[in-house]
């Protein structure tokens, strides 16, 4: 069982910045992805970024492209969420994953969540 730690959520005016990150308890995959996800009051939990832990590639969902950076601390078995230029509709429940998808953006392909963190950003 891999438990995953996620910190770094709060309340950000339009503009600021967040950084998430998220700890995992041990490294199980050998292709492992690392993903975040999010999920807005009302909305169905939605892809935000992920990456490859082996080679370090990534992938951003188009609303976050420029702004969010996705990074990884191997010797940590940490991943990071680097959040600027932050908006109002960036507000949501924050959670990372783990796993070996078959597609990094389907959240029902990831085996392992963490609890969530909550992210608001003001107008």
Known sequence: ????????GGLVQ??????????????TFTNVVMGWFRQAPGKEREFVAAIRWSGGNTYYADSVKGRFTISRDNAKNTM??????????????????????????????YAYWGQGTQVTVSS
């Open 1 to 8: 069982q891999v438990q995953l730690v996620e910190s770094g």
């Open 14 to 27: 339009a503009g600021g910045s967040l950084r998430l990150s998220c700890t995992a308890s041990r490294r």
């Open 80 to 109: 990071y969420l680097q959040m600027n230029s932050m908006k109002p509709e960036d507000t949501a429940v924050y959670y990372c994953a783990a796993g070996p998808p078959r597609d990094y953006s389907n959240w029902y392909d």
